[in-house]
């Protein structure tokens, strides 16, 4: 584990700013070892987009599919 120095703390703030790390720690260790499965993600996503519709915003998951527009010359 690294070790992280933190320097020029305001007396009396130093309980405040380790609780600050310790934030971090835990959200980068998280990120780092929890893994969401797919549906879960998914359903995070489809929940987040029909509330955005519902309230007439553009989706922020859902991608617009793309058509390709094929012509024959005859």
């Not at 703030?13 to 993600?41: G, H, L, P, Q």
Request: glycine share 2%; with cysteine; proline share 3%.
């Amino acid at each position: 584990m690294a070790t992280v120095e933190i320097l020029n703390v305001p007396e009396g703030c130093e309980s405040k700013v380790k609780d600050y790390a310790m934030v971090a720690i835990e959200r980068f260790i998280k990120a780092r070892d929890v893994a969401v499965a797919e549906a879960v993600t998914t359903k995070f996503e489809s929940d987040i987009d029909a509330i955005l519709v519902a309230n007439e915003l553009p989706a922020k998951f859902t991608r617009a599919e793309e058509v390709e527009d094929i012509t024959i010359e005859k």
